[in-house]
């Protein structure tokens, strides 16, 4: 598949997507000189964010609240006899380095900061963050800073998915390398209970055009009623004016240039934010296209130009599960598959929140009003569309189509992405006679996607006893407000009502009526499908994979 890369995300696009904007882009690349690799020497540091925000005056490293400023100049912690694990030659090429560079000694000390290049400047970003929706104040960067120091499992996982995004063309930062120590050693409580255990220091290279969140901006808020806490900036609008002019001169270059000569900056910022909304909601529409999860979406996690950011506890979806929650001590569900656009949306307000000493709160909440819904949905049912191959995908029965998919997917508890890939061997052989061949296909997709009644009771177990579980019940009772400091029982109990279903049909059974709903799916879809293709003869994704329906 041929990509773009598109410098104002730092993200490759693919050229099935591309706008007049994104191939400019291109062109703007090949102008610099995209192609002309670089020793590790060679690279230049300008280090803007430095020149252009407020830095820490403090010197010395220690905890603490960081006031009036959005930086604090620190150096890595050293680890011991640095080994590189992986590299990835896409993502180096982003920033111009020779891919021969990673077979040099040094490489490893490089890329976990032992050695800092010349011109570099190592600096921890203070920012804040609304965490599962309530306001924690100051947090900002800890174990990670322009070199992240954490452990080899969890830095794989981030090395492996970031990559793997880029090559679906989702926008994310991306992973240069990672390096690992066998001597220097870091407690970790894999579990969250107790048991800590050493894990071998690790440190992944993030890469970015920036890391700017939007907890970055929420430094300034004021006290927050709930939780009495508020950022170490609280109030100061000299910074986050001095935040947005960084910010949008340097990343939204467009907005910048339409405002740059007037004195009244509001409609800048107004402008500024509707793309950011823009970009979040087109983010997280591709997120829920390929049954991706973050896992944990709050402020301190969002880019603040539409990037991927910050892979934890991520997963993407294997049964098709609208409460699908890839991170464990999520009990509430509150980041699950389905609920991730609303959280976006959420994360979207606390944001207008932030900005609210220069931009009132009436404009900002109003645009977002006006086009969340709107451009998430465009989005999501255009990626969702192009997988199964429609042209028209925004069209009323292109959109039941791919809800009714959704559907019948969850209710036969068919593999996410299985389900896609064996639709693809559909479309293939769909001049074939659908009464004969929707049998034998789908005999296979029943063996290949659809999950047998043990695996669908595997995922199922409760997070509790059944013993606690019936207790807590009777006790709520008597008490409904009981449930709120137990959130996960509702769930348990959502899923004890699924086993008892399961258990009272017989498998084959179960099957047979599964078969049955993908049946009638399909011949909605090959109705779709042939009508689009006959409406508006189809060139564009993959023709030598897609016929044109007789």
């Given amino acids: 598949m041929s990509r773009i890369f598109e410098p104002e995300r730092g993200a490759w696009v693919p050229t099935s997507l591309a706008t007049p904007d994104i191939l400019a882009g291109k062109e703007r690349l090949e102008e610099a000189g995209m192609n002309s690799m670089k020793k590790l020497e060679e690279l230049k540091f300008d280090n803007l964010v430095l020149k252009e925000l407020p830095i820490d005056p403090e010197k010395r490293n220690f905890t603490r609240q960081v006031s009036g400023a ?258 464990d001590s999520d009990n509430e569900g509150r980041y699950s598959y389905k609920n991730q656009p609303a959280m976006c949306k959420f994360n979207c307000e606390k944001l207008a929140e932030a900005l609210q000493l220069l931009l009132p709160l009436s404009k900002s909440k109003k645009a977002l009003e006006d086009i969340w819904d709107k451009i998430y949905e465009e989005s999501y049912y255009e990626n969702m569309g192009r997988k199964l191959g429609l042209n028209q995908s925004n069209e009323k029965s292109a959109r039941d189509l791919i809800d009714s998919l959704l559907e019948t997917m969850s209710e036969t508890s068919a593999d996410f992405s299985l389900t896609f890939r064996t639709m693809s061997e559909y479309v293939r052989n769909i001049n074939k006679d659908p009464e004969i061949y929707h049998k034998t296909f789908l005999e296979g997709f029943s063996k290949k996607v659809l999950a047998t009644q043990d695996e669908i009771k595997e995922s199922l177990k409760i997070s509790m006893p059944i013993q606690q579980l019936q207790m807590i019940v009777m006790m709520a009772r008597q008490q409904p407000a009981l449930l709120n400091r137990f959130p996960q029982v509702l769930g348990d109990l959502k899923k004890l009502q699924k086993i008892k279903s399961f258990q009272e049909t017989p498998e084959e059974k179960r099957l047979e009526a599964a078969i049955e709903s993908w049946k009638e799916w399909l011949v909605r879809y090959r109705t779709l499908l042939t009508k689009q293709f006959k409406a508006t003869p189809y060139p564009i994704y993959n023709p030598k994979s897609i016929p044109n329906p007789t």
């Fill in 70 to 327: 959005c930086f604090s100049i620190v150096d890595p912690t050293p680890i011991e006899e640095p080994e590189l694990v992986a590299a990835s030659n896409d993502a180096l090429a982003i920033i111009h380095v020779d891919p021969k560079e990673i077979e040099r000694k040094d490489f490893p000390a490089i890329f976990c900061g032992n050695e800092i290049l010349k011109g570099a400047r190592p600096a921890a970003h203070c920012y804040c963050g609304h965490q599962f929706g309530y306001f924690s104040g100051q947090l900002g960067d800890g174990a990670t800073m322009f070199l992240g120091q954490i452990v080899l499992r969890s830095s794989i996982r981030e090395f492996l998915c970031s990559e793997a995004m880029a090559g679906l063309g989702i926008p994310t930062t991306r992973a240069p390398s990672i390096v690992t120590s066998r001597k220097s050693k870091v407690i970790r409580d894999i579990f969250y209970d107790g048991n800590t255990k050493d894990e071998q220091c690790t440190v992944i290279t993030r890469l970015a055009p920036t890391f700017l969140r939007f907890g970055s901006f929420e430094i300034v808020k004021p006290m927050d009623p709930i939780t009495n806490r508020e950022g170490p900036s609280a109030k100061r609008a000299d910074i986050l004016e001095a935040l947005l002019t960084h910010t949008i001169q340097r990343y939204f270059p467009k907005i910048w240039k339409k405002h740059e000569e007037s004195k009244e900056k509001e409609d800048m910022y107004l402008d500024f934010y509707i793309e950011v909304v823009t970009r979040t909601a087109s983010l997280v529409a591709l997120w829920q296209a390929v049954g991706w999860c973050h896992g944990v979406l709050n402020t301190d996690n969002m880019s603040i130009i539409g990037l991927t950011i910050d892979y934890g506890p991520y997963g993407f979806m294997e049964k098709t599960d609208p409460d699908y929650a890839c991170n």
